[in-house]
């Protein structure tokens, strides 16, 4: 039977993502990446980012791992990992060199940039733009790399005494828990390089995702455990709610994505009872389905591949072009990337080989 509260959370959280890139597209807070702040004052709007960054992208990471470990009980591993490599890496690879162009392109033009030596030929800038243009999909590039390690956990418990023992664990363990998630972000460079690989390190940091991952394929696809955090969602809720607002309020102007941040005893705290509680709140109150949430089931993995080409294009636009006010920027974003990131995913969806290299949709004989 079908975890329809696993697809809910999952496309929920996919949209939040949207949401949060609006935010952090124009943020003041050193967050690498956007276009920049309208000021050098407090922008009370970037309290999104700090609400939403430290849990989302590891719940992603925890219900990848719970869905991983009911997709190998339906069918054998090479055939899960052949339709990974489908989904997650021809998207990342094949599909960059579609749309991975047009958003390098915008983020050349962002403050930040570093300019290009004069004379490159055009096919050099291009493919300087397409990786550049990777954006978002480092999460299905770790992803896929991270299957890799999902087979052998696989192997390596091949007859469940691991995974069966994790399915006895308790509200008060799975709380605890949250200590290898504050271990897996000590794992970061702390002081990376600017001129080395450690800032893709520090984005990628397979080292923590393996975490929630993991965790995910042995210990929260058990139904018992769900059924736990189903009934304590609440205190769990409150719990978070209270830590999310003390980190926010003691941090707020700080670099939320950097590894500092991320490494501090309370940003772990709040992170983890989040995604704790988001995963009662949906199994106690949004296990089922509908309509809009079946659309959403399926289309939601597009829309994340897609969403950030409209939120670099459509905000560099408002900022550079425009003289807009704050309010209506935001609002003219939000409902640009809301509606057209689904309308892109659509049209693509029917374009045969489009849909396979962006998408990662099989081709239909």
Known sequence: MRKHWIDNLRWVTVLLVLFYHVIYFYNNKGVVGGIGGFSEGPQYQDAAMYILYPWFMPLLFILAGVSARYALEKKPAGEWFKSRTRKLLVPST??????????????????????????????????????????????????????????????????????????KIGAIPMILLGVLFYLGHQTLIIDPNPLSADGLINLYKPQFYLIPLLMGYFIFGHEKVQETLGRIWIPLMACAATTGIVLTATTFGQDCTGPQYLSSPLNNIY??????????????????????????????????????????????FLKVKTQLPLFWIYTILTVAVFSLSPLLTAIISRIPFLRWCILGIKHES
């Open 94 to 167: 094949i599909g960059l060199l579609f749309i991975g162009a047009a958003v390098g392109w915008f983020n050349s033009r962002m403050p930040t940039a570093m300019e290009m030596p004069e004379g490159l030929p055009g096919v050099v800038k291009y493919f300087i733009w397409t990786i550049s243009g990777t954006g978002p999909l480092w999460f299905i590039q770790d992803l896929w790399l991270l299957s890799v390690v999902i087979l052998l956990a696989r192997r390596l418990d091949s007859k469940n005494k691991f995974y069966n023992a994790c399915g």
């Open 271 to 316: 992170g983890w009872l989040m995604c704790l509680a988001m995963m009662g709140w949906f199994k106690s109150r949004f296990n089922r389905t509908g309509p809009f949430a079946s659309h959403m089931t399926t289309s939601s993995y597009g829309i994340y591949i897609l969403h950030y080409l409209v939120v670099v294009s459509v905000g560099t």
